[in-house]
């Protein structure tokens, strides 16, 4: 099972959608399972020099950031991304919408393919009725549905009305056909991975602290009276911010949470050097910050 899928599902990657363009951002940490020489154990080792926001072709209007696997089986994400690209040049998108479609269905094709053997297991112990399914057949569907789960936000502009736009990929393993992409909202940021940080920040709660909460038995009203709660009481923010605000705010965003986990309990699954990148609408995709290939060595 290890030796096929390599997880990355803490990453850290987030997106901005303004009037004027598209940020995207991402930490660098890596997650893989190296197992002993016999086999028999092994343990999660975390590199920090690892890439998840690329540009889509060369000098091209389209970026793309990424969550969950670190490649599709033997399939990088770099060579899936310049593949597509490749295809895009022969068959040009007429909008970022009709680009997103595109990569979905690319990704998807590769996934189905790649990925077959642990898909099917997955389908197999999930096919079965409770009544006979058992604990460690549970535990094995709970992990392969984690490990074979993740998702893209693939944003920029077209050439037709230099309009920018962003769009959200969620694959899960229980999927019969590709994703479908979802428009992300101007003027609002957007996180996926390990955003509970940013959670607690924004919200005063995480997913989890939420669930912890009702599960309790101490609240006695509606799951959404106690989510009325919270939101009342959230950190606003501002609605469409110039670009560089947006830079700002994508890069704290990411920044916030690698320092937290560096400094809590959790394991240090966000890290490494902060990649950010724009597209414009009146530019293509350009680099705000991007780690050299030396990088590692210094």
């Not at 893209?152 to 994703?179: K, M, N, V, W």
Request: charged share 20%; proline share 5%; aromatic share 12%.
């Amino acid at each position: 099972m290890d030796t096929i899928i390599q997880n990355e599902s803490m990453t850290i990657a987030a997106c901005y959608v303004s009037s004027e363009g598209v940020v995207l951002g991402a930490d660098s940490t890596s997650t893989m399972f190296v197992p002993t020489p016999d086999g028999q154990s092994g343990g999660n080792h975390h590199l920090n020099f690892a890439q998840k926001v690329f540009e889509i072709g060369n000098g091209g209007s389209l970026g793309i950031t990424m969550w969950g696997m670190g490649a599709v089986g033997d399939l990088s994400h770099r060579t899936l991304i310049a593949r597509y690209a490749d295809s895009i040049e022969q068959k040009p998108y007429l909008s970022v919408a009709e680009a997103a479609v595109q990569f979905a269905a690319t990704f998807w094709g590769e996934y189905s393919r790649r990925l077959q053997a642990p898909l099917a297991r997955f389908r197999e112990l999930r096919a079965k009725p409770a009544t006979e399914i058992t604990g460690e057949e549970q535990q094995e569907m709970y992990e392969w549905q984690h490990r074979l789960s993740g998702g893209f936000c693939l944003g920029g502009h077209s050439s037709s009305d230099r309009q920018a736009e962003s769009y959200e990929i969620i694959y899960r393993p229980d999927l019969t056909a590709a994703p479908v992409p979802l428009p992300l909202n101007t003027g609002s940021a957007y996180f996926w991975g390990c955003p509970n940080i940013i959670h607690r920040i924004l919200y005063g709660v995480d997913d989890d602290q939420f669930t912890s909460i009702l599960a309790s038995g101490k609240w006695t009203g509606t799951d959404q009276e106690l989510l009325d709660l919270f939101m009342a009481k959230r950190l606003a923010q501002p609605y469409d911010l110039p670009l560089r605000e947006a830079i700002d705010w994508v890069n704290t965003i990411i920044y916030a949470t690698i320092k937290a986990m560096k400094f809590s309990h959790y394991f240090p699954v966000c890290g490494g050097p902060i990649e950010i990148a724009l597209i414009s609408s009146d530019r293509p995709f350009r680099w705000v910050k991007h780690k050299s290939f030396d990088e590692a060595l210094l």
